[in-house]
Each structure stands twice: as C-alpha cells, then as structure tokens.
C-alpha cells in the first residue's frame, strides 16, 4: 500500500492569488504613466520589470503548494516548502494532527517532531484518510503484534 497527499485547498488558493498577482502587475505595468508634468517617465523596460516583478511574486506564492507525502512499507517521503527528507518507519513513533494545528506532525524518536505540510486540517477527509493509512503501515512496519 502507497499513500499520497497534497493540500488541496491550498493549492487552489495559491493558485488563485498567483494568477490574480500575474494579472494585477500586468494591468499596472500597461497603466504606468508614460509621461507627466513633473517630469517621471516610464519606458517599456519599467513596464517590463514592473510585470516580472508580479511574475516573481507569483512564483514565490506557487511555491507553497510544493509540500507532498508519500508513505509506503519502506517508511515516509515529505516535502515541505523547502526540503524534502525521508524517513524510515524504524525512527517514526506517531503519525498526528494535534488539535488547533494547521497539519499533521510525525512524530521521530527523542521527542522530534517534523510537520507534513502536505497533510493540512482545512482539507478534511483526505487529511484523515491520508493520516489514518500511515498508521496502519506504521503498525505493519512493527511486524505483527504491535
């Protein structure tokens, strides 16, 4: 058994703030003043700069839908914004979603915790499904018994 998650809510909304970002520096960019009294002028390389501007905003904002988790007999895959690490079952104890956080936490030997982004409260059912079929290939790792 494999499970895979992504945030899904996030991603829509990221995906929306992203476009809505792109679009508001391009209407700027065509609004900026070619000439005015006081002497300002912006050329086609502002306009330019303004826009890549907007499209680096936007890029940066599409890097929060990076986080996925990926969890098999082997042990857990995670990535978060900016790192991805594996973990084998042998050094996860937990896999939770502590209450009033926004995802779910493994849980490693001495007391470490690492969040799993991918896994986010705002998605719900997934995020239990998702949460519910790591511990069950937690347990399996344990061999029978455990």
């Given amino acids: 058994m494999t499970v895979e998650a992504r945030p899904r809510r996030l991603t829509l909304v990221c995906r929306g703030v992203a476009a809505l970002v792109v679009v508001t520096f391009g209407v700027l960019a065509l609004l900026l003043p070619r000439g005015s009294s006081n002497g300002q002028v912006f ?70 915790t690492v969040a799993v982004l991918a896994l986010q409260r705002s998605d719900q059912e997934p995020t239990v499904e998702a949460i519910l079929a790591m511990r069950t290939l937690l347990r399996a790792s344990r061999g029978p018994g455990a």
């Fill in 43 to 112: 050329g086609p390389a502002d306009q330019v700069g303004f826009f890549g501007i907007g499209l680096l905003l936007a890029v940066g904002v599409l890097c929060l839908t990076r986080p996925r988790v990926r969890a098999d007999g082997h042990g857990v895959w995670v990535r978060n914004v900016l790192g991805d690490r594996f973990f084998p079952w042998q050094v996860v104890v937990g896999v939770h979603l502590p209450d009033g956080a926004s995802w779910a936490q493994l849980e490693l030997q001495d007391d470490e």
